[in-house]
T-cell receptor, first 112, second 114 residues
Framework: DAGITQSPRHKVTETGTPVTLRCHQT?????MYWYRQDPGHGLRLIHY???????DKGEVSDGYSVSRSKTEDFLLTLESATSSQTSVYFC???????????FGEGSWLTVV | AQSVTQLGSHVSVSEGALVLLRCNYS??????LFWYVQYPNQGLQLLLK??????LVKGINGFEAEFKKSETSFHLTKPSAHMSDAAEYFC????????????FGAGTRLFVKA
């Protein structure tokens, strides 16, 4: 199994509060990603990083920000949580080449 | 632009029967193609990957997939279903320029009946 740790694994928060999800990898992979998974939508890319302090938007980035201060850590922040952000969030990593993506175990977020 | 379509959000088979999960893709360049499996409350695990070395790709747990360029398909098969195969399966396509351009299908949930 790829060494990817997500925290917290489960969280319930109130609308309007900021939330930060953490992803830590031990594989020294260059690329890191945050996806959200919702029924009927598969996985949708929120943001990705291709190196320390190098990040870019995915297809559903509104309302989210990310930071990567170290190779091994990638943080996803919901600036002001909304009910539409209730989802399962997956961190993933990939090497420079080959394009195989390895996933973490997921973080279940409920916004009430 | 790339896209991937999985035909059938749910597939049900009997234990011991053939498993066939369909995936069609669209890509303007030769793609990488993937199948992932997701068990309940877990992340996605790579089943197999096509990178143009061979059109028939063998993966873990007895699964295989065949790349058919003329049909733009990458269907996943297993000759004999086992109860432990019950999970959700995702097809994905990448244009080889980087993992961030990997597009996932909506998924197919496989049910296996005893």
């Amino acid at each position: 199994d790829a060494g990817i740790t997500q925290s917290p694994r489960h969280k319930v928060t109130e609308t309007g509060t900021p939330v930060t999800l953490r992803c830590h990898q031990t594989e020294n992979h260059r690329y890191m990603y945050w996806y959200r998974q919702d029924p009927g939508h598969g996985l949708r890319l929120i943001h990705y990083s291709y190196g320390v302090k190098d990040t870019d938007k995915g297809e559903v980035s509104d309302g989210y920000s990310v930071s990567r201060s170290k190779t091994e850590d990638f943080l996803l922040t919901l600036e002001s949580a909304t009910s539409s952000q209730t989802s399962v969030y997956f961190c993933a990593i990939s090497e420079n080449s080959g394009n195989t993506i390895y996933f973490g175990e997921g973080s279940w977020l409920t916004v009430v | 632009a790339q896209s991937v379509t999985q035909l059938g959000s749910h597939v049900s088979v009997s234990e011991g029967a053939l498993v066939l999960l369909r995936c069609n893709y669209s890509s303007s360049v030769p793609p990488y193609l993937f199948w992932y499996v997701q068990y309940p409350n877990q992340g996605l695990q790579l089943l197999l990957k096509y990178t143009s070395a061979a059109t028939l790709v063998k993966g873990i747990n007895g699964f295989e997939a065949e790349f058919k360029k003329s049909e733009t398909s990458f269907h996943l098969t297993k000759p004999s279903a086992h109860m432990s195969d019950a999970a959700e399966y995702f097809c994905a396509v990448s244009d080889r320029t980087g993992g961030f351009k990997t597009i996932f299908g909506a998924g197919t949930r496989l049910f296996v009946k005893a």
